[in-house]
């Protein structure tokens, strides 16, 4: 399920980066020329919220976000310690993500109403972002977690035989 869920997010992504360029340069061609296209940036910064929120799941996955590693040299020594840090960040990102799933999905019932002006499509469309999103960074948050309280009980295991890893 996630590799297809994976998949179709990396089709995704490059799909609406490829549409992104063509837009924003479509765009400039038209204001170079005299005749701007009033649509372009509103439709650029549109499938930039999808571009943003979907690259960063894919970050999440591969461990490419931005980490503060002041202490990561004393903790790793450690790596009972290290794994169990690790599961308690994921259950609090869980919960802040669940959060933010709940509540967006009120947002977007409230915009959609709501159009986007030179587009016409309903500003719920836009804001989905966030909560599609965070629905995807949950299951990205939960195949982690699995994969670190499996390493934590396989440490826990090796400790207490006496092999510290």
Known sequence: MTDFLTKCEGVITKLLFSI?????????IARYSGYPVT????LSQSIFVWLGILSANQAL??????????????????????VSINI??????????LFIVIHGY???IVSSGRTVSS??????????AIPVGC??????MMVQCV????????????TTQGNVI
């Open 20 to 28: 992104l360029v063509a837009v924003v340069l479509v765009g400039s």
């Open 39 to 42: 649509w372009s940036v509103e």
């Open 61 to 82: 996955r591969l461990h490419a976000h931005v980490v503060v590693d002041l202490f990561s040299g004393l903790i790793n020594k450690v790596p009972l310690v290290a």
């Open 88 to 97: 308690m960040h994921r259950l609090l990102m869980f919960s802040f993500l």
């Open 106 to 108: 009120h947002l977007v």
């Open 119 to 128: 587009i016409g499509f309903s500003y719920g469309w836009v804001v989905a």
């Open 135 to 140: 629905l995807l960074l949950l299951i990205t």
């Open 147 to 158: 994969t670190d309280i499996n390493e934590w009980r396989k440490i826990r295991r090796s």
